[in-house]
Nanobody, 121 residues
């Protein structure tokens, strides 16, 4: 069984910073990619950033320069450092892991339960 668990959300003032963590655990053979998505009220879920096996990173244009994604492969954990936060960044942030469980021969997507980030004065 595979689990993906996020942590680190909360309330922050505009201009502030926050660091999210996401850990994958369980019977995992290989992780291809892990990434962060967010969904604001009334809006579709959108990509924030992801990191692919080998270290390639991708960012949504509006997050470039403010957000940084990194990973600790040994811990099967990905981090999202968010700086210069704006009220428009308020959303539920979800982690997605694309990985191959030991019980399977193909890659599958696993989502975390989400963590709320609220940017407000």
């Amino acid at each position: 069984q595979v689990q993906v668990v996020e942590s680190g959300g909360g309330l922050v003032h505009p201009g502030g910073s926050l660091r999210l963590s996401c850990a994958a655990s369980g019977s995992i053979s290989t992780i291809y990619a892990m990434g962060w998505y967010r969904q604001a009220p009334g809006k579709q879920r959108e990509l924030v950033a992801n990191i692919i096996q080998g270290g390639t990173t991708n960012y949504a244009d509006s997050m470039k320069g403010r957000f940084t994604i990194s990973s600790d492969n040994a811990k099967k954990t990905v981090y999202l450092e968010m700086n210069s936060l704006e009220p428009e960044d308020t959303a539920v942030y979800y982690c997605k892991a694309t990985l191959m469980p030991r019980s399977a021969l193909s890659f599958r997507e696993y989502w975390g339960q989400g963590t709320q980030v609220t940017v407000s004065s």
